[in-house]
């Protein structure tokens, strides 16, 4: 697989600073309030959703429309929580001017680093820190989560009023093609091991 390239891979020391506009692969899981089983329910290993479950499935898919510098890859939207991975690629995520030190490119050095990266999906922060910046002003992934959320509130409250997200989503930031294909596989086989799920209730 060439879905990297080794063009997202980040030294682990910078993670604490990680600023969520700058280009990456992000593992995003989005609950209800309460874990409540609001987009539908499970059958036969395959997910049946209700009205207000297709909304949060046509809105995801509307996220690039909104937000062009946002790539989607799999994403499934779950009896009370949605799975889905983001990416998001820019042509200049402002890394290079930051690490621009007289003649020394440092951007292909920061993006070749080889990292240690999270053993298990579950290695995951709560999302949408940029630092003291007003997330809804750049383009950043709590921007347009942000947007999401909202969307899908305001429509399904046409339907059903006491609709709530969690106020937060959690991020795991990807950084390996065996991480990548680990949490897609994770993501598209989430309907079959329901039962197994840890927001399963």
Same mark, same amino acid.
């Given at each position: 697989?060439?879905?990297?390239?080794?063009?997202y891979r980040i030294p682990s020391a910078r993670l604490h600073h990680w600023d969520y506009g700058w280009n990456g692969i992000y593992?995003?899981?989005?609950?209800?309030?309460?874990?409540?089983?609001?987009?539908?329910?499970?059958?036969?290993?395959?997910?049946?959703?209700?009205?207000?479950?297709?909304?949060?499935?046509?809105?995801?898919?509307?996220?690039?429309?909104?937000?062009?510098?946002?790539?989607?890859?799999?994403?499934?939207?779950?009896?009370?929580?949605?799975?889905?991975?983001? $990416?998001?690629?820019?042509?200049?995520?402002? &890394?290079?001017?930051? #690490?621009?030190?007289? /003649?020394?490119?440092?951007? @292909?050095?920061?993006?070749?680093?080889?990292?240690?990266?999270?053993?298990?999906?579950?290695?995951?922060?709560?999302?949408?820190?940029?630092?003291?910046?007003?997330?809804?002003?750049?383009?950043?992934?709590?921007?347009?989560?942000?947007?999401?959320?909202?969307?899908?509130t305001f429509e399904s409250h046409r339907i059903n009023h006491a609709f709530e997200w969690q106020s937060r989503f959690y991020d795991?930031? $990807?950084?390996?093609?065996?991480?990548?294909? &680990?949490?897609?596989? #994770?993501?598209?086989? /989430?309907?079959?091991?329901? @039962?197994?799920?840890?927001?399963?209730?």
């Amino acid at each position: 697989m060439e879905r990297f390239l080794d063009k997202y891979r980040i030294p682990s020391a910078r993670l604490h600073h990680w600023d969520y506009g700058w280009n990456g692969i992000y593992f995003i899981t989005i609950c209800t309030a309460g874990h409540e089983h609001c987009f539908g329910q499970i059958s036969g290993g395959r997910m049946q959703l209700s009205p207000t479950g297709h909304l949060a499935h046509q809105f995801w898919l509307e996220i690039t429309v909104h937000f062009p510098f946002i790539e989607l890859d799999a994403f499934v939207v779950m009896p009370n929580h949605v799975h889905g991975i983001l $990416i998001i690629d820019k042509n200049d995520d402002g &890394r290079y001017k930051q #690490y621009k030190r007289g /003649n020394t490119d440092c951007r @292909d050095a920061i993006y070749r680093v080889s990292t240690p990266f999270a053993t298990t999906i579950t290695a995951t922060t709560t999302g949408g820190i940029t630092g003291a910046h007003n997330p809804m002003l750049h383009e950043n992934l709590s921007r347009s989560i942000r947007w999401y959320k909202g969307r899908v509130t305001f429509e399904s409250h046409r339907i059903n009023h006491a609709f709530e997200w969690q106020s937060r989503f959690y991020d795991h930031i $990807i950084r390996s093609d065996e991480s990548f294909n &680990r949490i897609r596989e #994770y993501i598209e086989s /989430n309907p079959g091991n329901w @039962d197994n799920d840890q927001f399963y209730n």
